[in-house]
C-alpha cells in the first residue's frame, strides 16, 4: 500500500486473503474476490435464504463445479469447517 500512495493511487482499497495451496483457504479467497465482482450477490444470498428456512437445513452454498469456488451462500456466517 505503500508503492500505492507514492504513486498517487491513495483511493484504493486492497484486501489481503493469507492462503495455502496445501488447504482450501485458496479456494475461499478466490471466492470472496468472484463475490464482490457479481451484482446479484444479494438476490442470490435471499434465495440461499428462503431455500434453507424451506428445507431446514443449516447451510447453502452455490458452487461453481469447475473452479471449486462459491459464488454464493445463505447469509449466516460460514463456518471453515463446514465448508
Known amino acids: 500500500t505503500e508503492e500505492l500512495n507514492v504513486q498517487k493511487h491513495t483511493n484504493t482499497h486492497l484486501s489481503f486473503h493469507q492462503t495455502s495451496i496445501y488447504d482450501?483457504?485458496?479456494?475461499?479467497a478466490f471466492s470472496k474476490v468472484i463475490q464482490?465482482?457479481?451484482?446479484?450477490?444479494p438476490t442470490?444470498?435471499?434465495?440461499?435464504?428462503m431455500f434453507i428456512?424451506?428445507?431446514r437445513i443449516?447451510?447453502?452454498f452455490l458452487f461453481?463445479?469447475?473452479?471449486?469456488?462459491?459464488?454464493?451462500?445463505?447469509?449466516?456466517?460460514v463456518d471453515n469447517q463446514t465448508y
Open 24 to 28: 482450501h483457504s485458496v479456494f475461499e
Open 36 to 41: 464482490k465482482l457479481i451484482p446479484q450477490l
Open 44 to 49: 442470490l444470498e435471499n434465495l440461499l435464504d
Open 53 to 55: 428456512s424451506n428445507s
Open 58 to 60: 443449516e447451510k447453502a
Open 64 to 77: 461453481d463445479v469447475l473452479s471449486k469456488i462459491y459464488i454464493a451462500t445463505d447469509s449466516s456466517p
